[in-house]
């Protein structure tokens, strides 16, 4: 099948809709559109070819301070560059999402933002991440209270072979959280109803967290990121494995969450990153290309890479 001319993106391009809540976030800060469709005609008359420019990321707005802050971060894995110089802002109350082509680099950052990769002996991390201002690499953090602070949710539900009360528990009990029983089970009990699963377990909590359907076993897992109260949640690829109707849970508990924690998702379903972000970056080969505001990425993206990407025409 012959290949189509490349068009640039109209309102006929099929892409996905972003969501009413990203509209409503689109729409509260319109006082820098004129600048910023300056910009954007510039980098439009320019996009006949995938800019070599370095990637676009907006300035900070006025008053904003985010809760994580990547600058520059570059990963090698021996003499393969993996990532190389991103930037990056993670808000208190936003969904940042990283989409690209499988192998860009989108799980290898969301790895360095609670140093994840320091478990691998060959990857080598340069550049600076700090979480309320602290360098987090740097020899004073403790990287275990660093993983209480920022969790993560693997794209593979991994629950322990304990029951579900001791899946929850377990994060509490080791950092000292509950001092009794009771303790615990309120704590237990407070992290499954934010995670959308109390009222499927609350007479089970002794059977097993891995006789759960899968879409179970993910919020139990959700649930117990939450039970240490972090302060950020990593998310990579949480619905990769799930059903459309468990997919729509984990979801709408995203948005729930949104606000209590920072939350960065790393997804290839492009629908998804529209429907539960307010942030989207796109990586491509190992580089940060664009990053911005979900309703602009996926309607008036600035790079010509972005375009392609989006409009399906790689990837």
């Not at 959308?196 to 990121?225: M, Y």
């Not at 997804?267 to 990153?273: G, I, K, L, S, V």
């Not at 972000?277 to 309703?295: D, M, N, P, V």
Request: charged share 25%; proline share 6%; with cysteine.
């Amino acid at each position: 099948m012959l290949m189509k001319e490349k068009m640039p993106l109209m309102s006929t391009t099929p892409v996905p809709t972003p969501s009413a809540a990203i509209t409503a976030d689109s729409n509260r800060k319109r006082s820098s559109t004129t600048k910023v469709k300056g910009d954007r005609s510039k980098a439009q008359a320019g996009a006949a070819e995938p800019s070599a420019e370095p990637a676009t990321v907006p300035e900070a707005e006025p008053g904003e301070t985010p809760k994580m802050r990547a600058h520059e971060v570059s990963v090698s894995y021996g003499d393969k560059q993996a990532l190389n110089k991103v930037s990056i802002d993670i808000h208190d109350d936003r969904v940042t999402a990283f989409i690209g082509p499988s192998g860009c680099g989108k799980s290898t950052f969301l790895r360095c933002l609670n140093r994840m990769n320091d478990t691998i002996p060959t990857a080598r991390v340069t550049g600076n991440i700090e979480l309320d201002g602290e360098d987090i690499n740097s020899s004073a953090m403790d990287v275990v209270q660093l993983r209480a602070r920022v969790g993560m949710v693997f794209q593979k539900p991994n629950p322990f072979p304990k029951s579900i009360f001791e899946n929850v528990a377990y994060g509490p009990r080791i950092h000292g959280l509950g001092s009794s029983k009771a303790e615990l089970e309120q704590i237990v009990e407070k992290s499954l109803k934010r995670a959308g699963l109390w009222d499927e377990v609350k007479d089970r909590l002794g059977e097993s967290g891995t006789a759960l359907s899968g879409g179970q076993q993910q919020r139990l897992c959700i649930a117990r990121a939450i039970a240490v109260d972090p302060e950020v949640i990593l998310m990579d690829e949480p619905c990769s494995a799930l059903d459309p109707i468990a997919t729509a849970k984990i979801e709408e508990l995203i948005h729930e969450l949104r606000g209590r924690y920072a939350i960065a998702i790393v997804t290839h379903n492009m629908q998804q990153a529209a429907r539960v972000s307010q942030r989207t970056a796109f990586f491509h080969l190992g580089e940060l290309i664009e990053y911005g505001k979900t309703s602009e990425i996926f309607t008036n993206p600035r790079q010509q890479r972005t375009q392609d990407y989006i409009t399906g025409r790689y990837g």
